[in-house]
């Protein structure tokens, strides 16, 4: 155990200086997380070139957004604990450990742990719970009630914020008193089940395009028929006009969502945003379509899909495609 906490130490020096860096589903991001956690590995003595096999965590089984999920707790290893702590720069406990996990995923959770074993569903048991799963614990005598939550992260373990003196780490789950599934249902799915229609399993960047839509409230396979139709899968696309990514964004389209249109994970999640949008300013998916390949002022000066033969043609393309990846 002595030689565990000063890995866990050694590690948390790093793990303190990259927390700044951008989400760690930007490709890049991802790679530089992955160099500096082979650094810190190597310095303590560890093989493998990740947070997974530091901590011995299995973040590679389970869905995607379940995958997504573990990750996401990952990059907080090490972090110390502080009572009331929401930011990773100074110390997180471990309710703002999970809101701010979840967070990176763009899903919203109340602050407390009390509060946060209402929200999602139950789940009946540890046998039955999956990677990303809220565990809860009731673990003051004087004062009944929840009182401390951790991230499940399978094979019995999960990363919580345990206490003061101590660092966010990998722990025995042992009992929990309350164990909640708050990421979509879709993502919870068994690995061997498609997780949208039974065309997603093959499409490129589908784990992004599930996850995206869960988020948004958009179809992945709506995703997916933009992008076919707009690159063709291809994140390095530039069209004629200046379009870029795997989505097509204009520059300025682009910058007003806070996307970076080469990188797929934000492509995809700015997509579903503005298609999200779209569809609730317009009313229907066809029009958010037109909208999305003519721009939305077209659409609400002719008040509908546009006469143009491109336009009419992408909606006729996307959709179609879309049917496809159901």
């Given at each position: 155990?002595?030689?565990?906490?000063?890995?866990?130490?050694?590690?948390?020096?790093?793990?303190?200086?990259?927390?700044?860096?951008?989400?760690?589903?930007?490709?890049?991001?991802?790679?530089?997380?992955?160099?500096?956690w082979?650094?810190?590995?190597?310095?303590?003595?560890?093989?493998g070139?990740?947070?997974?096999?530091?901590?011995?965590?299995?973040?590679?089984?389970?869905?995607?957004?379940?995958?997504?999920?573990?990750?996401?707790?990952?990059?907080y290893?090490?972090?110390?604990?502080?009572?009331?702590?929401t930011?990773?720069?100074?110390?997180?406990?471990?309710?703002?450990l999970v809101?701010?996990?979840?967070?990176?995923?763009?899903?919203?959770?109340?602050?407390?742990?009390?509060?946060?074993?209402?929200?999602?569903?139950?789940?009946?048991?540890?046998?039955?719970?999956?990677p990303?799963?809220?565990?809860?614990?009731?673990?003051?005598?004087?004062?009944?009630?929840?009182?401390?939550?951790?991230?499940?992260?399978?094979?019995?373990?999960?990363?919580?914020?345990?206490?003061?003196g101590?660092?966010?780490?990998?722990?025995?789950?042992?009992?929990?008193?309350?164990?909640?599934?708050?990421?979509?249902?879709?993502?919870?799915?068994?690995?061997?089940a498609?997780?949208?229609?039974a065309?997603?399993?093959g499409?490129p960047?589908?784990?992004?395009?599930?996850?995206?839509?869960?988020?948004?409230?958009?179809?992945?396979?709506?995703?997916?028929?933009?992008?076919?139709?707009?690159s063709?899968?291809?994140?390095?696309?530039?069209?004629?006009?200046?379009?870029?990514?795997?989505?097509?964004f204009?520059?300025?389209?682009?910058?007003?969502?806070?996307?970076?249109?080469t990188?797929?994970?934000?492509?995809?999640?700015?997509?579903?945003?503005?298609?999200?949008?779209?569809?609730?300013?317009?009313?229907?998916?066809?029009?958010?379509?037109?909208?999305?390949?003519?721009?939305?002022?077209?659409?609400?000066?002719?008040g509908?899909?546009?006469?143009?033969?491109?336009?009419?043609?992408?909606?006729?393309?996307?959709?179609?495609?879309?049917?496809a990846?159901?």
């Open positions: 155990m002595e030689g565990l906490t000063a890995v866990h130490s050694r590690i948390a020096e790093i793990q303190n200086r990259i927390l700044t860096l951008a989400s760690a589903s930007s490709t890049s991001t991802s790679a530089a997380l992955s160099s500096q082979a650094s810190a590995a190597s310095a303590a003595g560890l093989t070139t990740s947070a997974a096999a530091a901590t011995g965590t299995t973040a590679t089984t389970g869905s995607g957004l379940e995958t997504q999920a573990v990750a996401a707790a990952q990059r290893l090490g972090v110390p604990y502080a009572w009331g702590g930011d990773p720069s100074v110390g997180l406990d471990c309710s703002g809101q701010r996990v979840y967070a990176d995923l763009g899903i919203d959770l109340p602050r407390t742990s009390s509060q946060q074993a209402t929200a999602g569903t139950a789940v009946a048991s540890l046998a039955e719970a999956r990303g799963d809220l565990v809860f614990f009731d673990n003051s005598s004087s004062r009944p009630g929840i009182d401390h939550v951790g991230i499940y992260v399978g094979n019995g373990k999960m990363i919580a914020a345990p206490q003061a101590q660092v966010v780490q990998v722990q025995d789950v042992g009992s929990p008193s309350v164990i909640r599934r708050v990421l979509p249902a879709s993502a919870a799915a068994s690995p061997t498609p997780s949208s229609g065309g997603l399993g499409v960047y589908a784990d992004l395009f599930t996850a995206a839509g869960a988020r948004h409230g958009v179809d992945p396979a709506l995703l997916a028929g933009v992008a076919k139709v707009e063709g899968f291809d994140s390095s696309a530039v069209s004629p006009a200046g379009a870029t990514g795997l989505m097509q204009m520059p300025a389209t682009a910058a007003g969502l806070g996307v970076t249109a990188d797929p994970a934000s492509s995809i999640d700015g997509a579903a945003r503005y298609l999200r949008q779209l569809t609730d300013r317009f009313g229907s998916t066809d029009l958010a379509l037109a909208a999305y390949n003519a721009g939305p002022g077209t659409v609400s000066r002719y509908g899909i546009p006469p143009y033969a491109e336009t009419q043609s992408y909606v006729r393309k996307v959709t179609s495609a879309a049917e990846y159901s």
